[in-house]
């Protein structure tokens, strides 16, 4: 039997899954999809077609809605996920599509013709292989939690170019803490929309800060005294001081300093009036007293 041409004149609705059961040869699903009359429940039809079928045809064909993750599931070759995203008729929750995806998934291409939001960080997580992390923010349509998304992500990322696109504001101190790379942290702060805590994204910091940069690239205003007693490095406590966007405290800053400070040059830059007493009696090394008068 021609399957195709005899459910097309058939004047009664037609069962295509029972139908395609008891057809004694191979079927073309598409075909058949194409000339049955009624809705069809494509999920039921792949489960039961003897042979192999082209998912995104099927559902092209397919007249009513169509549950992507279930016609996935049971597919039984390889699925062009970003073709089938492409053409089915409403929504899809693009986690659980990716989860039962039998090959590897390009994420980015996926989120692109993905109708509806996205939630990335479910979607990383999901995905069998390496996600593009900054080229899947860029084009995701809804916030990210960044945070969540980075943790999520099987390879590397790459954390000023993903936090320069994130469309939101963010913690950088905990983005910092769980990005598994050594951090730049400077560049990181530059790139960043929101206000930073620089204290607790330089304690945050894996490797040494640089401070003077990242006071530089700093946003907002900084509170220098309290960034200087959690660097796990050295401090130019003068350098810092000329590129406080704001006043600075001298004595506390000197106070806080891990290791000696050039008092003078540190008095000489200082934006602000200075209590030359409490500095002194803050510093903890020698002073040229001349010099620093």
């Not at 599509?97 to 390009?106: F, R, S």
């Not at 899947?136 to 936090?163: D, K, W």
């Not at 206000?195 to 220098?224: H, K, N, R, W």
Request: hydrophobic share 45%.
């Amino acid at each position: 039997m021609n399957l195709p041409e005899a459910i097309y004149i058939t004047p009664a609705p037609v069962l295509l899954a029972q139908a395609i059961t008891i057809t004694p040869g191979p079927v073309l699903l598409v075909e058949a999809i194409y000339s049955t009359p009624g809705p069809v429940q494509l999920s039921e039809v792949i489960y039961i077609t003897p042979g192999s079928v082209l998912l995104a045809e099927a559902i092209y064909n397919t007249p009513g809605p169509v549950h992507l993750p279930e016609a996935i599931y049971i597919t039984p070759g390889p699925v062009l996920l970003d073709q089938a995203i492409y053409i089915t008729r409403g929504p899809v929750q693009l986690a659980e599509v990716i989860y039962i995806t039998p090959g590897p998934v390009q994420l980015d291409q996926a989120i692109y013709i993905t109708r509806g939001p996205v939630q990335l960080a479910e979607a990383i997580y999901s995905t069998p292989g390496a996600g593009l992390f900054v080229e899947a923010i860029n084009i995701t349509q809804g916030p990210v939690l960044l945070v969540e998304a980075i943790y999520s992500t099987t390879g590397p990322v790459q954390v000023p170019e993903a936090i320069y696109i994130t469309p939101g504001p963010w913690l950088l101190a905990e983005v910092i803490n769980i990005k598994p790379t050594p951090v730049l942290l400077a560049e990181d702060i530059y790139s960043t929309s929101g206000p930073v805590l620089l204290a607790e994204a330089i304690c945050s910091t894996p490797g040494p800060g640089f401070m003077a940069e990242d006071i530089y690239s700093t946003p907002g205003p900084v509170l220098l005294a309290e960034d200087i007693n959690v660097p796990p490095g050295p401090v130019l406590l003068a350098e810092a001081i000329y590129i406080s966007p704001g006043s600075v405290l001298l004595a506390e800053a000197i106070y806080s300093t891990p290791g000696p400070v050039q008092l003078p040059e540190a008095i000489y830059i200082t934006p602000g009036p200075v209590l030359l007493a409490e500095a002194f009696n803050s510093t903890t090394g020698p002073v040229l007293l001349a010099q620093a008068i």
